[in-house]
């Protein structure tokens, strides 16, 4: 193993079961090697205001805790930290190459930080982590894997508005990459899903009672703007993130990862007024 990728294990195994010592890990990264980045600080909103959430739902908690949290969720957290800490160690001129190609991606953002960069690293630690733990994931409950699919396309799609403006908002694209922006703080009404989710783990209702909870704001993005693109999104995001396995978790414009495509009428657009309308504003391209 090299001295960067070791460092970078030492650090998270630190906080394996320290979900608060977790967010101040991730903090850290975001202050580069020496302490001073102001170029990548203002990345750290978006990924702190989502960890944040994860604390609160107690997702993080250890298996020692009396309510201990979940495996999926500390080891999809853990493949971000880690890859994260590998690239600021390797930009802080510790040895080695970066040993995986997520790991490559936070680097090539510590070194030049975009909003497209950050969402290639980010997004590639995801669904690495997604495809890695996917045992883990058929282990949790049906509203948990439900959830997991949300967030995933939700993710793919804020990459999509700073990366592929055209596609993901269409005659609107002008406004994709300011809504996109994980600095602008507009990401977390993507990413947020307080509003909806009780915080607690794991949850206990059926499916259709959180829609039934879900805002309307949200609501219009994920059946107005990501559901028509859902098969071209995944598509797309495979290629961006040099991640073919991710299309594995689509099928047909239904989201199946953890979730059995027989189950894919959770995906289908409630009956609505306004998504006809949003349908016609903003058409997936052809």
């Not at 809504?179 to 059926?206: K, N, W």
């Amino acid at each position: 193993m090299t001295e960067a990728a070791a460092w970078a294990d030492q650090l998270v195994a630190a906080v394996r079961d320290d979900p608060a010592g977790r967010l101040a890990l991730m903090e850290r990264c975001y202050h580069g090697p020496f302490g001073q980045a102001p170029r990548h600080l203002p990345f750290r909103r978006a990924a702190r205001s989502f960890m944040r959430w994860q604390l609160r739902r107690g997702v993080l908690r250890p298996d020692s805790h009396a309510r201990p949290g979940s495996p999926w969720w500390r080891a999809v957290n853990e493949r971000i930290l880690r890859d994260g800490c590998e690239a600021v160690a390797l930009s802080g001129g510790l040895g080695g190459p970066p040993s995986s190609h997520t790991a490559a991606l936070w680097l090539a953002f510590a070194r030049d930080p975009t909003a497209r960069a950050w969402y290639r690293a980010h997004n590639g630690s995801v669904v690495a982590a997604y495809l890695e733990h996917r045992g883990l994931a058929e282990a949790e409950n049906e509203p948990e894997r439900f959830f997991m699919n949300v967030i995933l396309c939700r993710v793919l799609y804020t990459h999509a508005l700073v990366a592929a403006p055209r596609f993901s908002l269409g005659r609107l694209s002008g406004l994709a990459p300011v809504l996109g922006d994980p600095r602008l703080g507009m990401t977390g009404i993507f990413l947020q899903l307080s509003r909806v989710l009780p915080d607690e783990y794991p949850l206990h209702d059926h499916v259709p009672h959180y829609l039934a909870q879900e805002h309307g704001f949200a609501r219009l993005v994920d059946f107005g703007m990501i559901v028509p693109r859902m098969q071209r999104l995944y598509e797309w995001s495979a290629g961006e993130l040099a991640e073919p396995g991710l299309l594995g978790c689509v099928r047909d414009g239904a989201l199946t990862y953890a979730w059995r495509y027989e189950d894919r009428q959770v995906w289908d657009p409630p009956r609505s007024v306004v998504l006809p309308v949003i349908h016609r504003l903003v058409p997936p391209l052809s």
